[in-house]
């Protein structure tokens, strides 16, 4: 823990990052955040999910827009890293690039799916700070804990509940979903559930995402 901190101290110091002032903007804009569902989610019918990838020095975001089972388009962006990897900050390394793929859709999502963290993060997660950026409501789902406890199903953060853990997958990790923004915390955990078709752990978009972009990393890069 000492070396990871040590490690963190030394990419801060050599990019020159104010690191507390990225701190109060992250916790001024999650003032902003709205955990309530903006619209009626049982009648979209247009979802988009984002995944990030890393060559070198660039960072290649894609997101497809489906409807049901059909992709009905999907764009990348290129771009070159200028934000170190920091724990609790992806959003300063990652979120240009997934917002310039978004503004490329010609049809816009009414919900997408972010691989990272909504509201279950120590101050603004990537799903929640990507919400805020394009307007549309979004849901963190992530891998691994960042903040927070476990209590039964529920991911538990000052006293609230601000997430769910789900595991359709047997002896498979669980995932941790939480809204980003625009979205409850029931609602989002239902509609990542049944996007889960059975023998998969991640929900289809998400699944979708991936083979794209993995097809996409492979035709420019190798």
Excluded: W
Excluded at 99 to 114: H, S, T, Y
Excluded at 116 to 139: E, N, Q, V, Y
């Amino acid at each position: 823990m000492e070396k990871e901190r040590d490690k963190v101290s030394e990419i801060i110091k050599k990019y020159n990052i104010d690191i507390e002032k990225l701190k109060k903007e992250q916790e001024k804009l999650a003032k902003l955040l709205s955990i309530k569902d903006s619209i009626d989610f049982s009648t979209i019918s247009k979802i988009g999910a984002v995944e990030n990838n890393f060559f070198k020095n660039k960072i290649l975001s894609g997101i497809i827009l489906v409807s049901g089972d059909e992709i009905i388009e999907q764009k990348y962006s290129l771009q070159t890293v200028t934000f170190p990897y920091i724990s609790g900050f992806r959003a300063y390394r990652e979120l240009s690039a997934m917002v310039e793929c978004f503004n490329k859709l010609e049809e816009k999502p009414e919900l997408v799916l972010i691989h990272g963290h909504g509201i279950a993060h120590d101050r603004l997660g990537l799903a929640s700070h990507f919400s805020l950026s394009t307007g549309i409501p979004s849901i963190g789902i992530a891998e691994k804990m960042l903040e927070g406890e476990i209590k039964g199903e529920n991911i538990i953060k000052q006293g609230k509940v601000v997430g769910k853990v789900i595991s359709l997958k047997q002896g498979s990790t669980p995932l941790y979903v939480s809204p980003g923004n625009l979205i409850d915390v029931e609602t989002a955990a239902e509609i990542v559930k049944s996007l889960i078709k059975q023998g998969h752990k991640l929900p289809e978009p998400m699944r979708k995402a991936k083979k794209y972009i993995r097809e996409t990393r492979k035709e420019l890069f190798e």
